[in-house]
Nanobody, 124 residues
Framework: QVEFVESGGGLVQAGGSLRLSCAVS????????MGWFRQAPGKEREFVAT????????YYADSVKGRFTIFRENAKNTVYLQMNSVKPEDTAVYYC?????????????????WGQGTQVTVSS
């Protein structure tokens, strides 16, 4: 049974920084590409960033490119999302996801397991 423990969400002022963490247990973490998605109230869940199994390849949504960084530590079974220069429009629940066969996965269908989500609120 795979388990996700997401942490790091909270309230931050516009222009500030936040780091989200997602620890995964119950599977061989290094076999899975990982992604971050977000869902704002009344909106569809949208792709934010993805990272390959080794961490050597990353891909970002245009809306966060240059501000957010996804990285992973396979020895700790953890993926991170470093969020810098945050904006009020970044306010959402952020979800991490694991996909065994995801390659630059930008759709929800590329991932087979999801975390419970962590709330990020950016004040103006």
């Amino acid at each position: 049974q795979v388990e996700f423990v997401e942490s790091g969400g909270g309230l931050v002022q516009a222009g500030g920084s936040l780091r989200l963490s997602c620890a995964v247990s119950g599977r061989t973490f290094s076999n899975y590409a990982m992604g971050w998605f977000r869902q704002a109230p009344g909106k569809e869940r949208e792709f934010v960033a993805t990272i390959s199994q080794s961490g050597g390849s990353t891909y970002y949504a245009d809306s966060v490119k240059g501000r957010f960084t996804i990285f992973r530590e396979n020895a700790k079974n953890t993926v991170y999302l470093q969020m810098n220069s945050v904006k009020p429009e970044d306010t959402a629940v952020y979800y991490c996801a694991a996909g065994r066969y995801a390659v630059r996965g930008t759709t929800r269908q590329a991932y087979d397991s999801w975390g419970q989500g962590t709330q990020v609120t950016v004040s103006s």
